[in-house]
């Protein structure tokens, strides 16, 4: 029987690393007695850059052993494997999807200057997902798609502050501001931890952008009626995974997470590219 009181160890959340912690900290946000698996597949973070069939195939691979933990509902923590992988992730998979995209709609709604900006991966902004994004909704509005590439790994790193997280981060942001964007999209889950330098290189006239909050409402819509047909053993309360060297990531867990975390390696087959 569930534990009274809990949420059960329903949902599994993954990410190429330490980006989809932004996620789960909206779900833990909005539901803190919520119980998890996260996995961060360190291994082969980031995805940004790989091609369309490894992203695909991680994917795969990770959501199998969210599958194998015990999740009932998988939370794509990920913008580029949601870009790349979903529609083969949701044929997959016997359990409810919640994938991320990024928040073009809201983005174009919200633009006054019609000038809208989307600091994204390389994948992601290459995506068929995103071209129908921009395509349904971006009339009238100019979208303005900006890869950043080395991003990411400065936040694997913890690096959210440093003079040279800052002078990448000018790189993409510059141009966007020159064009008048007054609405910024972080259509990637790592940079949601960059929020404050972006904010500081945006200024307070700039909106910004991200989806975890309403990816949070959306997984709890979804827990609830699978939380009450489970009989989920309640065992540790946070799970965290990766399929990198534990000793190597904790830190930054621990320091994105805000409290210390305990990290385990995921092994067996999901390990092996
Ligand atoms: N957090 C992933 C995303 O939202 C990071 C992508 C990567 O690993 O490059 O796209």
């Known amino acids: 029987m569930q534990h009274p009181g809990g949420a059960g160890h329903l949902v599994g959340v993954f990410d190429s690393g330490v980006g989809g912690l932004s996620v789960l900290k909206a779900i833990r946000r909005q539901r803190p007695d919520m119980d998890f698996t996260y996995i961060a597949d360190s291994l082969y973070a980031p995805y940004g850059q790989r091609p369309p069939a490894f992203i695909e195939a991680r994917a795969a691979s990770i959501a199998d052993a ?8 998988i939370v794509v923590a990920c913008n580029t494997a949601t870009a790349v992988a979903v529609e ?3 044929a997959r998979l016997p359990v409810p999807l919640i994938a991320m995209e990024p928040a073009i709609k809201p ?10 900006g989307v600091l994204a991966t ?9 071209a129908r994004l921009c395509r349904e909704f971006g009339h009238g509005v100019q979208v303005l798609l900006q890869p950043c590439p080395g991003l990411v790994e ?6 959210l502050y440093s003079a040279a997280t800052r002078d990448l981060l000018l790189q993409f942001t510059t141009p966007l501001l020159a064009k008048g964007v007054d609405t910024l999209v972080l259509g990637c889950t790592h940079y949601v931890f960059l929020t404050p330098l972006i904010r500081e290189l945006v200024g307070e006239a700039v909106s910004i952008i991200e989806s975890s909050e309403a990816v949070a409402r959306h997984t709890l819509r979804h827990v609830e009626p699978v939380a009450s047909a489970a009989d ?10 990766t399929t990198g060297v534990p000793g190597e990531v904790q830190a930054v867990f621990s320091q994105l997470w805000g409290a210390p975390v305990e990290v385990s390696a995921l092994g067996g087959d999901h390990v092996g590219a």
């Open 154 to 159: 400065r936040v694997e790193q913890g690096d």
């Open 66 to 73: 969210l599958l194998q933990a015990g999740a009932r509902i």
């Open 107 to 116: 983005a174009v709604a919200h633009t006054r200057s019609g000038v809208v």
């Open 122 to 130: 390389t994948r992601t902004l290459e995506s068929a997902n995103v």
């Open 88 to 90: 083969k992730l949701r």
């Open 232 to 241: 989920v053993p309640r065992t540790r309360r946070e799970i965290f995974l």
